[in-house]
């Protein structure tokens, strides 16, 4: 036979699968902060749970079989865009696998990642026009006006972010994770840069994005008032978020919250009032 088309030997006898647990621990030890953002290792770990819940148990159980299971398992609000971020997280456990001799063979040497399944890509416009974004804005500057004491604090919250957002174009985790030291309002820029428990996507994102003269006043006013809070609420005078999470005594920025309270969460609802639907972080 040519070499050249000679097919590789699976068959080797050093593969020496170890059980499903044990592999965890070793491939999630590549994932522990420093060496990757905390919120890489939460979906490496969550895909390799996933593996253990459809029944792996050693590394031998890494099989077309397992990967057909994780494609067809079903879960509320499952998209194939979903999936496949999963199957990037297995695919890279199985790569890793097979390098260490714990598999024969990773299942996507047998049929690669693309051919899994079909991901639906986006029509048209994949951002929203000026005019839509406007609405939107809008549509929270009146509600911050027309509101009062807690609900007006969290409507100037949101309206702040989500102006930072369009008007910067700066990554939404940038965002979430600004602190007021990153701010120079009179200087007219705010300042990139990693914090602890956020870090940045690129080595070029650390940089200094300069504020353009509406967003200044939207700011301002949000700053005044960013510490105001319930009487019942623990607030922490040093605080260093621009966006805190008051329910959380304000020692965290506001990256997360209960359900229909999530940045997220409230940005779609009131985008959704405007008229503009689809509306997310990432589409300002």
Request: net charge positive.
């Given at each position: 036979?040519?070499?050249?088309?000679?097919?590789?030997?699976?068959?080797?006898?050093?593969?020496?699968?170890?059980?499903?647990?044990?592999?965890?621990?070793?491939?999630?030890?590549?994932?522990?902060?420093?060496?990757?953002?905390?919120?890489?290792?939460?979906?490496?770990?969550?895909?390799?749970?996933?593996?253990?819940?459809?029944?792996?148990?050693?590394?031998?159980?890494?099989?077309?079989?397992?990967?057909?299971?994780?494609?067809?398992?079903?879960?509320?609000?499952?998209?194939?865009?979903?999936?496949?971020?999963?199957?990037?997280?297995?695919?890279?456990?199985?790569?890793?696998?097979?390098?260490?001799?714990?598999?024969?063979?990773?299942?996507?040497?047998?049929?690669?990642?693309?051919?899994?399944?079909?991901?639906?890509?986006?029509?048209?416009?994949?951002?929203?026009?000026?005019?839509?974004?406007?609405?939107?804005?809008?549509?929270?500057l009146a509600q911050r006006d027309a509101s009062h004491g807690w609900t007006k604090w969290r409507a100037g919250r949101l309206l702040a972010l989500a102006s930072v957002l369009c008007y910067t174009?700066?990554?939404?985790?940038?965002?979430?994770?600004?602190?007021?030291?990153?701010?120079?309002?009179?200087?007219?820029?705010?300042?990139?840069?990693?914090?602890?428990?956020?870090?940045?996507?690129?080595?070029?994102?650390?940089?200094?994005?300069?504020?353009?003269?509406?967003?200044?006043?939207?700011?301002?006013?949000?700053?005044?008032?960013?510490?105001?809070?319930?009487?019942?609420?623990?607030?922490?005078?040093?605080?260093?978020?621009?966006?805190?999470?008051?329910?959380?005594?304000?020692?965290?920025?506001?990256?997360?919250?209960?359900?229909?309270?999530?940045?997220?969460?409230?940005?779609?609802?009131?985008?959704?009032?405007?008229?503009?639907e689809g509306f997310t972080l990432l589409s300002c």
């Amino acid at each position: 036979m040519n070499p050249s088309f000679a097919v590789p030997d699976y068959r080797a006898p050093d593969i020496c699968p170890i059980p499903w647990a044990d592999f965890q621990a070793e491939f999630l030890s590549l994932y522990a902060p420093p060496l990757r953002a905390p919120a890489t290792r939460a979906h490496m770990k969550f895909a390799l749970d996933l593996l253990a819940e459809l029944g792996a148990t050693t590394t031998a159980d890494l099989t077309v079989r397992l990967i057909a299971a994780v494609v067809t398992h079903q879960s509320p609000g499952r998209t194939n865009n979903t999936v496949l971020s999963r199957l990037r997280a297995v695919q890279a456990a199985a790569t890793y696998a097979e390098k260490m001799g714990y598999t024969r063979i990773s299942p996507f040497r047998i049929r690669r990642l693309s051919s899994w399944l079909r991901v639906s890509r986006p029509v048209g416009e994949k951002f929203h026009s000026r005019a839509e974004i406007r609405r939107v804005l809008d549509l929270m500057l009146a509600q911050r006006d027309a509101s009062h004491g807690w609900t007006k604090w969290r409507a100037g919250r949101l309206l702040a972010l989500a102006s930072v957002l369009c008007y910067t174009g700066v990554r939404a985790s940038e965002a979430l994770y600004l602190q007021i030291s990153d701010l120079d309002l009179d200087g007219g820029f705010l300042h990139v840069r990693e914090h602890e428990g956020h870090r940045l996507k690129t080595l070029a994102a650390d940089n200094v994005v300069p504020l353009p003269p509406p967003l200044i006043p939207i700011l301002k006013e949000w700053l005044a008032h960013r510490m105001d809070a319930p009487p019942d609420a623990k607030t922490d005078p040093a605080c260093p978020w621009v966006f805190p999470n008051i329910s959380r005594s304000a020692k965290a920025p506001w990256v997360q919250g209960s359900t229909g309270q999530r940045p997220l969460d409230r940005l779609k609802a009131v985008a959704s009032q405007a008229g503009v639907e689809g509306f997310t972080l990432l589409s300002c």
